[in-house]
């Protein structure tokens, strides 16, 4: 079956430092991977997004690079804000149930001054 | 308005009480879907419907009925709920049902349960 694991978070950084979140999938078929940030009080929003195996994604300096060999889909960003504080979900979607979303739990970011 | 509105955006119940939650999207999308999402679980998907259609019932206790009366609006009418359905309430909805569309999502309902 399909599924997604991410990071166990809170994660807390200090502003200017490099974020990883990791991101791993289990999936049927060839996924799209996604990764979504919630601010608080607010639904999902696509942050970026990959639709085959070496694709990388990339919006707002965020970055995630689809690796079907380590199932992986990691986000980076080299140089966090205050603003990134947020909740951040991986999720996929494969071809044979497209309109069903998988989503990790969520890995909850602080970035303090 | 544009994107993804629900409404309201937080409900207190009790168990006894019948409300409906409300989604409506201004996107031209076809399909739409309610979650659950709770803390530190992954979010719950509930409902698919595509072209009005319900498509996807994952599993989900009959005091949750949807309905979807044109592909814009979608309702989750709740009856005799229980406590551990305190949970924020999200509506999403896409074009179509290829792999790579995004799913646009509402701010939700954050409901409780007393």
């Known amino acids: 079956g399909n599924s997604v694991t991410q990071m166990e978070g809170p994660v807390t950084l200090s502003e200017e430092a490099f974020l990883t979140i990791n991101c791993t999938y289990t999936?049927?078929?060839?996924?799209?991977l996604f990764w979504y940030v919630q601010y608080p009080g607010e639904g999902l929003q696509l942050l970026l997004k990959?639709?085959?195996?070496?694709d990388k994604g990339s919006n707002k300096g965020f970055e995630a690079t689809y690796r079907k060999e380590t199932t992986s889909f990691h986000l980076e960003k080299g140089s966090v804000q205050v603003s990134d504080s947020a909740v951040y979900f991986c999720a996929l979607s494969d071809q044979y149930t497209g309109n069903q979303f998988y989503f990790g739990t969520g890995t909850s970011l602080t970035v303090i001054p | 308005e544009t994107g993804v509105t629900q409404t309201p955006r937080h409900l207190v119940m009790g168990m006894t009480n019948k409300k409906s939650l409300k989604c409506e999207q201004h996107?031209?999308?076809?399909?739409m879907y309610w979650y659950k999402q709770s803390a530190k679980k992954p979010l719950e998907l509930m409902f698919v419907y595509n072209f009005k259609e319900q498509t996807e019932n994952n599993s989900v206790p009959s005091r949750f009925s949807p309905e979807c009366p044109n592909s814009s609006h979608l309702f989750l009418h709740l009856h005799t709920l229980q406590p551990e359905d305190s949970a924020l309430y999200l509506c999403?909805?896409?074009?179509?049902?290829?792999?790579?569309?995004?799913?646009?999502f509402g701010p939700g309902t954050r409901l409780t349960v007393l």
């Open positions: 999403a909805s896409s074009q179509g049902q290829r792999k790579d569309n995004e799913q646009f």
């Open positions: 996107l031209g999308h076809n399909a």
């Open positions: 999936a049927t078929g060839y996924p799209s």
């Open positions: 990959a639709t085959k195996a070496d």
